[in-house]
């Protein structure tokens, strides 16, 4: 990663350019669920995510959370975002690399930024949710210290059996 940096989105092109991750990102994710058609449409009009997608400065940005990029050279790679559920507790959301920038551990160090961002926000506790077919990544958050726990969103029952939720104290 000597060439490569990570850092806080703070202007209109920055979160134009998560917005823009964040549409493949569910993109992705109907591929990856194709054996369960309407599944990642269903979880992300419950999460309002066209709201989102309007207004993500208001959704990831200060005060309300934080949104991180990942340059490579001059290429946005990656990013990922949490938002504040109450004043101990944040929720880690959105993260994704582009398939071309897979394998070279920027998954793993934008979620180490945004833990220690977290951190350094005053957060104890992180919270995400994820799809139970997501198993790379639900290997990568166990190696980070996430740990199963119950449901914190209330989502229809007929997506809860494709989700996993977890948490990892940031103390």
């Known amino acids: 990663m000597v060439d490569d940096v990570i850092f806080v989105a703070k202007s209109a092109a920055d979160y134009e350019a998560f917005a823009h991750l964040v549409t493949a ?4 994710l109907r591929i990856r669920f194709q ?11 419950h999460q309002s995510l066209a ?9 990831y940005g ?8 990942l340059r490579h050279e001059s290429e946005i790679a990656g990013g990922i975002a949490y938002r504040r559920l109450d004043a ?6 959105r993260l994704f690399v582009f398939d071309r920038f897979k394998g070279r551990g920027y998954g793993r160090a934008l979620c180490n930024a945004l ?14 949710d994820t799809g139970y077919l997501l198993t790379e990544a ?21 997506l809860m059996q494709f989700l996993i ?6 103390a």
Not at 35 to 45: E, L, N, R, T
Not at 52 to 58: G, I, M, N, V
Not at 88 to 93: A, F, I, V
Request: with cysteine; proline share 10%; hydrophobic share 40%.
């Open 115 to 128: 833990i220690a961002q977290a951190k350094d926000d005053g957060f104890t506790l992180m919270r995400l």
């Open 51 to 59: 709201n989102e997608l309007a207004d993500l400065p208001t959704a």
């Open 62 to 69: 200060p005060p309300n959370g934080k949104t991180l990029l």
């Open 25 to 28: 990102y569910v993109e992705w």
């Open 88 to 93: 101990s507790t944040c929720e880690m959301k």
């Open 165 to 170: 939720f977890m948490e990892r104290p940031l």
């Open 35 to 45: 054996p369960h058609p309407g599944f990642i449409d269903k979880v992300f009009s």
């Open 138 to 158: 639900i290997q990568m958050y166990q190696l980070l210290g996430f740990r199963a726990c119950p449901a914190y969103h209330d989502y229809p029952l007929d």
